[in-house]
């Protein structure tokens, strides 16, 4: 199914990466996101633990006798101990020094003012701690003595909490993943669902089953299943255009033939009786119509192939109707037909210079061929800001009082041609490259009466 197709990566692969990574980078800041409020938690709970410690001792610091007393309550410390199986410090000073715990406490060296506890992080005794110091003014013998309280723990228990809290929070983003996965790879099978249903439909009908697709799509699919409904359509008026032209070739072909067959046998037949010369005329008749209906019919099918995919280049009307002018001065010639151009400056369309040169010369050979002895036809190119035309006179009588649009139909020919060889594709070729290119075909009889008149029309582009 896929030879010859130039594939280029998968729809749903790149859709699934997306997806995954998008989950993947999600995930990651999730996880982040959690860690950080989990260890913000941790250590908020954790400073609160010790300000409560530190302020119980604090608050249990008295003058008696004049003098600064400790009497620190077992549940200031025990608060800590609850929480994990840390070592607890603390320390308190005065101005005079250290009143009681541990001297060489790291922390609290700076004083502190009342009602503004200062957390600090160091180390002691080869441990990492965390400590707080709060301070109060207390009267001494009525001088205001100022008295600062540190309590410190080892982080030990949280850092084994904060491993908990990010191994939990590693377990949610990991979810989060693994879920986020499970729904892209869902997605990305959804997405393409209509694609693949569609080409099932399609790749289901025979060979011969040109209508339309009809099955309903995604909007996003709208603009494909459209071409391909268009190009359907082009195709099926192709094959009809087709299977009309072989059998009207074979036809128009096989008819003459069998006439030249049947004439020759009858020629061989009486070889000497006078009506032999009748027979030969008859036959090369048909030779020649033979001739001229195989070679208009391949133009025609020609010109009905190329118009669907138009080779758009700058062409030169006047130097085509020229050039065609020269070639068939010959022909006209040998009829003593005088045949005249009229054209100066260039006149450029783009457009198809093969289908442009056949129209051409299919409306020249019409005027030739019509025109009796003696007569006069002229080829003009003129151009103006809206239009550029090339138009042929001749002086073959016109056509009265016809229907000149029917005779741009296949194989309708005009009263006046019932003794001319011609197989009635002329017009039919040079309306058609003319619609091709955006135009027209515009056939009268011309001013002077004499004749007909047969323009092609193409707009300025």
Request: contains cysteine.
């Amino acid at each position: 199914m896929s030879a010859g197709v130039n594939v280029s990566g998968s729809i749903r692969r790149r859709l699934l990466v997306q997806l995954v990574g998008s989950a993947a980078l999600l995930a990651a800041l999730l996880f982040i996101a959690v860690l950080a409020f989990v260890r913000n938690v941790a250590e908020e709970s954790h400073d609160r633990i010790l300000l409560a410690s530190a302020t119980s001792i604090l608050d249990s610091v008295s003058v008696q006798s004049g003098e600064l007393t400790a009497d620190i309550p077992y549940a200031a410390l025990s608060m800590l101990g609850n929480v994990s199986d840390d070592r607890v410090f603390y320390r308190i000073t005065h101005p005079g020094g250290t009143l009681t715990g541990y001297d060489d406490l790291p922390v609290g060296g700076v004083p502190v003012q009342p009602g503004q506890p200062v957390f600090e992080s160091a180390r002691y005794k080869g441990e990492g701690i965390r400590a707080v110091t709060i301070s109060r003014r207390l009267s001494v013998q009525g001088v205001p003595v100022p008295v600062q309280v540190s309590v410190a723990q080892t982080r030990l228990g949280q850092a084994t909490l904060l491993e908990q809290l990010v191994w939990s929070a590693l377990y949610i983003g990991a979810g989060f993943f693994v879920l986020a996965s499970a729904l892209a790879f869902w997605s990305a099978q959804s997405s393409i669902k209509p694609l693949r249903s569609l080409t099932e439909a399609v790749s289901r009908r025979g060979p011969k089953d040109l209508r339309p697709v009809t099955r309903p799509v995604p909007a996003e699919m709208s603009p494909l299943v459209s071409s391909l409904n268009s190009f359907i359509s082009r195709l099926q008026a192709s094959l009809a255009r087709s299977e009309d032209f072989i059998a009207e070739a074979a036809h128009r072909v096989r008819t003459p033939l069998a006439t030249v067959r049947t004439q020759a046998e009858t020629t061989l037949m009486r070889v000497e009786k006078e009506k032999n010369r009748a027979s030969l005329r008859e036959m090369i008749r048909a030779i020649d119509e033979s001739s001229r209906a195989a070679g208009q019919l391949l133009d025609h099918a020609m010109v009905s192939f190329r118009t669907d995919s138009l080779e758009l280049k700058e062409v030169n009307l006047t130097e085509l109707a020229r050039d065609l002018t020269e070639r068939l001065q010959p022909v006209a010639e040998l009829k003593d037909i005088a045949l005249h151009f009229e054209g100066g400056s260039p006149v450029c369309i783009q457009g198809d210079g093969i289908l442009l040169q056949n129209a051409v010369r299919n409306i020249l050979d019409n005027a030739i061929k019509y025109s009796g002895q003696d007569s006069e036809v002229w080829v003009r190119v003129a151009g103006s800001g809206a239009q550029q035309k090339i138009e042929v006179e001749d002086q073959a009588g016109g056509f009265g009082g016809e229907d000149t649009e029917a005779l741009t139909r296949r194989f309708v020919r005009g009263a006046n041609a019932k003794d001319t060889i011609g197989s009635g594709l002329g017009l039919t070729i040079a309306r058609e490259v003319a619609e091709a290119h955006g135009g027209s075909l515009i056939i009268k009889n011309s001013q002077t009466g004499a004749g007909a008149c047969v323009t092609l029309c193409f707009p300025s582009h």
